[in-house]
C-alpha cells in the first residue's frame, strides 16, 4: 500500500518547502533512508534516495546525514559532496571533503585501536566488531538468541566503559562503545542549526540513537530557538521509543523515500510560485 502522509504532516511540509533558504534536512542512515541490514558493510542506500538528497541540497539551504557510521563510512553510502555529514554521533563532520574530529575526542583514535583486540577476543565469535575511529560497535543481530547474547554483551562492556571512562549506547541490535562527552545527534543538529543561522528543521531517524535529536528539538521548539517536526521509522526493536518521541511515525525507508519525493515536488512548487 502506498504511503500517505496525514493532513497534519502535508501542512508541515509545505511550511518548510516553502521557506527553503531556512531550513535544514537531517537525516540518519540505517534503517531511515535505508534498511537495516545483517552487518553495517551489508547496507546500501537506494540510488532514489541518494538522488533525492542531492537535488533537496540544491534547494535547501542544509541538507545533513546524521550517522553512528563514521564519515568515510557515510560518504562511502551516499557519495554527494554537497551533504553535510556527522559521523560518529555528531563527533567528526565531513563538509565539502573535509573531515575535522571534535576537540574534546581528538586523542580517542589511539585508544580505540589499543582496546579494540582485547574486546573482540572477549565478546565472543556471535558478535560483530566494528572498529570506528572515534568508537566501536558491537553487533548482535546474527547472533541465534540476540536477547543471550545482548545481555552477555552488556555484563562484559559496562565495566570495561566504567573502568576506562567510556559509555555504552545502545541501539538497534548494537552496542556502541564510546568517549564519555556530551555530544551526540542532539548537540550535532543543534551545531548544524546554529553554524547556519537556521531555525527551521526537519528530523528523520529510526534508533534510540536519534532520540537526544528528536528531544533537542522539541527543546528548541520550546524556547522559540528553531521550529521543525521530526518523524520517526518505527520497527519491532524500537517501536515504543520512537513512537514517545517522534512527532510523526512512518513503517519504514519506504515511506521515507516517498516525503523527500513529496518535499522536493512542494519546494519546486513553492519556487515555481514566487
Not at 540510488?47 to 545533513?64: D, I, K, M, P
Not at 563532520?93 to 583486540?117: H, K, Y
Amino acid at each position: 500500500m502506498t504511503f500517505q502522509p496525514s493532513p497534519d504532516l502535508q501542512a508541515q511540509l509545505r511550511e518548510l518547502a516553502s521557506h527553503p533558504d531556512e531550513t535544514a534536512i537531517v537525516s540518519d542512515i540505517d534503517g531511515t533512508i535505508c534498511r537495516i541490514a545483517p552487518s553495517p558493510d551489508e547496507a546500501f542506500v537506494p540510488e532514489e534516495a541518494t538522488r533525492l538528497l542531492a537535488q533537496l541540497a540544491s534547494h535547501f539551504s542544509v541538507v545533513a546525514l546524521l550517522s553512528g557510521r563514521c564519515v568515510s563510512d557515510m560518504f562511502r553510502m551516499v557519495p554527494v559532496e554537497r551533504l553535510l555529514m556527522a559521523g560518529n554521533h555528531g563527533m567528526e563532520w565531513l563538509c565539502a571533503g573535509e573531515r575535522t574530529v571534535s576537540e574534546q575526542v581528538a586523542s580517542e583514535p589511539e585508544r580505540m585501536e589499543r582496546i579494540v583486540d582485547e574486546l573482540r577476543e572477549r565478546v565472543g565469535p556471535d558478535v560483530l566488531v566494528e572498529p570506528k575511529g572515534l568508537s566501536i560497535s558491537f553487533h548482535y543481530r546474527s547472533a541465534p538468541d540476540v536477547e543471550k547474547v545482548r545481555q552477555r554483551l552488556i555484563s562484559i562492556l559496562e565495566p570495561f566503559a566504567r573502568s576506562r571512562a567510556l559509555r555504552l549506547q545502545q541501539g538497534r541490535m548494537v552496542v556502541d562503545l564510546r568517549p564519555d562527552c556530551p555530544l551526540d545527534k542532539g548537540t550535532a543538529l543543534e551545531e548544524i542549526l546554529r553554524a547556519h543561522g537556521l531555525r527551521r528543521v526537519l528530523v528523520l531517524g529510526d534508533d534510540l540513537t536519534d532520540v537526544s535529536a528528536f528531544r533537542r528539538l522539541r527543546e528548541l521548539r520550546r524556547s522559540g530557538g528553531a521550529s521543525g517536526v521530526a518523524i520517526g521509522v518505527v520497527s519491532a526493536e524500537t517501536k515504543d521509543r520512537i513512537a514517545r518521541e517522534a512527532d510523526y511515525l512512518v513503517s519504514g525507508p519506504d515511506d521515507i523515500i516517498f516525503l523527500l519525493r513529496e518535499l522536493l515536488d512542494l519546494v519546486a512548487l513553492a519556487k515555481s510560485s514566487s
